[in-house]
C-alpha cells in the first residue's frame, strides 16, 4: 500500500516498523544544530499569490522554497529571489523539506489550519497570515500542536506592537498605558468603524448562484479546495476573491478583524480570555455568498464592548473608546484635562518580543503568538458564525463553546473533505 505523505507525517512522532520511533528535531534543538546569533534562518513560503509574494520580506531570513497550487503563482514565486529555489505543488512538500527554518502560510484561511498543524508536527516554526485559522475548533487544534512540538508561532499582523494603528494616529502601546492606568474608568466600550478610522472593506462579498466555468489548466482546483467542500470552479471563487465565500474566508470581517480586534484585545488586557456575547444586525446572509452587516457587539463578562460598524453605518465623532471617565477620540485625542502629564506617572506597559527570529533563536514567545492569537482569532469566528445564523449568541470563554445552541456549536468544528483532516 502507498504511503501518503500524511501518513509519513504521522509516523515521525509514532513506531515505525515496530522497531523504533523517528522524531524529525528542529534545527534549534538538535537535527541541524545550533542557532548562532549571526545564523540566518531560512524559511518557505506556501501560496504565492498576492499575499505570499507581498509579505515575502522579513529580515534575518534566507527564502529557500515556495509552493503553490496554481502553477503561474508559483512561477512568480520562483522569481522572488535571484537564487535558485525550490519550487513545489503540494505543501508536504515543502514542510518536509530538510532546509526550511520557518513555514511561511499564507494561503486562503481553510487550510491555515492544517498546514499550520502539519509544520508543528515536522518541527518547523510558524508565520501564519491572518486570520489565524477558518473556524474555532482549527485555531484549538492549532494551539496544541504548537505546544506539543515546541515550535514557535507569530501570526501575522503587527498593530499591538508596531507601526500607527490605522485612523488613530498612534501606535498602540500608548493606548494601553493609557487603559491601564485606569483614567478612563472601567468598563470601556470600543468603537471600531469608518467614523474612528477603520473601513471594513464590504468589497469582498461574495455572488450568488455562481455558473459554473472550465477550470484553467494552470491550477490544481481540486487541491486549492482541499478540506473546503467541493463546488464547481468559478473565477470568483478562488485567487483575489475567495474571502466573500463562507466555505474559504469571512467577508471583510475575516480579512481585518484581527487587524483591528487584536489590538483592542490587547489594550482591553483580554489576552486570555473571550466576549461572552455576541450580537448582530445585519440582513439574512446567504448560505454560499458572503453578505454585508450593519453592527456587530461584543460584550465582556466585566461589560466592556467592543462595538464594530460596517460600512457608513454608525455615528459620525463616536469616540474610539468611551469610559466613565473619559474618551479618546480619533488621531488619539483625549477628553480628560491634562491626560497626558498625568499618564506619564504611570508605568509603560510589559516588554514583547517583537521580532520573530528573535524568538525563533531564543525560543521566546513571539508578542502576537498561537494563544493570544487564538483568542483574537475566536472573537472573529463569533462575529462570523452569529452573520451566519443571524442572531445573538451566547459563549462561554472557558469551555469554549456556545451556550446550549447546538446549530452554532456545529460551527466551531465544521467537517472537513476527506482525505484532510487535523
Known amino acids: 500500500m502507498k504511503t501518503t505523505r500524511r501518513e509519513f507525517l504521522r509516523t515521525l512522532g509514532g513506531t515505525v516498523g515496530g522497531a523504533f520511533a523517528l522524531t524529525v528535531v528542529p534545527r534549534h534543538v538538535l537535527g541541524r544544530g545550533f542557532i548562532a546569533p549571526s545564523d540566518q534562518l531560512t524559511k518557505g513560503i506556501i501560496g504565492v499569490g498576492g499575499m505570499g509574494r507581498g509579505h515575502r520580506g522579513y529580515g534575518g531570513t534566507r527564502l529557500v522554497a515556495v509552493c503553490d497550487v496554481d502553477k503561474n503563482h508559483l512561477a512568480l514565486g520562483q522569481k522572488l529571489v535571484s537564487d535558485k529555489i525550490a519550487a513545489y505543488h503540494d505543501f508536504r512538500d515543502l514542510i518536509l523539506d530538510k532546509n526550511v527554518d520557518i513555514v511561511h502560510i499564507a494561503t486562503p484561511p481553510h487550510w491555515h489550519g492544517i498546514m499550520s498543524v502539519e509544520a508543528a508536527q515536522a518541527g518547523k516554526d510558524i508565520w501564519c497570515e491572518k486570520p489565524m485559522t477558518r473556524t474555532i475548533g482549527e485555531g484549538k487544534r492549532v494551539m496544541e500542536a504548537v505546544k506539543l512540538h515546541g515550535s514557535k508561532f507569530r501570526l501575522n499582523t503587527w498593530f499591538r506592537f508596531a507601526d500607527d494603528f490605522y485612523g488613530l494616529g498612534t501606535p498602540v502601546k500608548p493606548l494601553k498605558k493609557l487603559v491601564q492606568s485606569g483614567l478612563l474608568g472601567w468598563p470601556l466600550k470600543v468603537v471600531i468603524s469608518k467614523h474612528t478610522g477603520f473601513d471594513w472593506k464590504f468589497f469582498w462579498v461574495g455572488k450568488e448562484n455562481l455558473e459554473s466555468q472550465p477550470i484553467p489548466k494552470e491550477l490544481d482546483y481540486n487541491f486549492w479546495l482541499g478540506p473546503a467542500p467541493y463546488k464547481p470552479y468559478n473565477a470568483h471563487r478562488v485567487h483575489e476573491t475567495f474571502r466573500g465565500y463562507w466555505d474559504y474566508d469571512g467577508g471583510g470581517l475575516g480579512d481585518m478583524g484581527q487587524h483591528y480586534i487584536d489590538p483592542v484585545q490587547y489594550f482591553l488586557g483580554k489576552d486570555d480570555t473571550s466576549p461572552v456575547k455576541v450580537e448582530v444586525d445585519a440582513p439574512q446572509q446567504h448560505p454560499d455568498a458572503i453578505g454585508t452587516w450593519r453592527?456587530?457587539?461584543?460584550?465582556?463578562?466585566?461589560?466592556?464592548?467592543?462595538?464594530?460598524?460596517?460600512?457608513?453605518?454608525?455615528?459620525e465623532n463616536t469616540p474610539y473608546i468611551s469610559g466613565p471617565k473619559g474618551n479618546v477620540y480619533k488621531n488619539f485625542v483625549c477628553d480628560i484635562p491634562n491626560w497626558e502629564k498625568k499618564l506619564a506617572d504611570y508605568p509603560e506597559p510589559e516588554p514583547q518580543v517583537t521580532d520573530f527570529i528573535e524568538s525563533v533563536k531564543t525560543r521566546k514567545p513571539f508578542a502576537l503568538n498561537e494563544q493570544n492569537g487564538f483568542r483574537s482569532s475566536t472573537i472573529v469566528n463569533m462575529g462570523v458564525i452569529a452573520l451566519q445564523l443571524n442572531r445573538t449568541l451566547n459563549f462561554d470563554p472557558e469551555k469554549l463553546e456556545f451556550i446550549n445552541d447546538v446549530a452554532a456549536n456545529r460551527l466551531l468544528d465544521q467537517p472537513m473533505r476527506a482525505p484532510w483532516s487535523i
Open 295 to 315: 453592527s456587530i457587539t461584543y460584550t465582556y463578562q466585566d461589560g466592556c464592548q467592543i462595538v464594530l460598524w460596517g460600512g457608513d453605518f454608525g455615528v
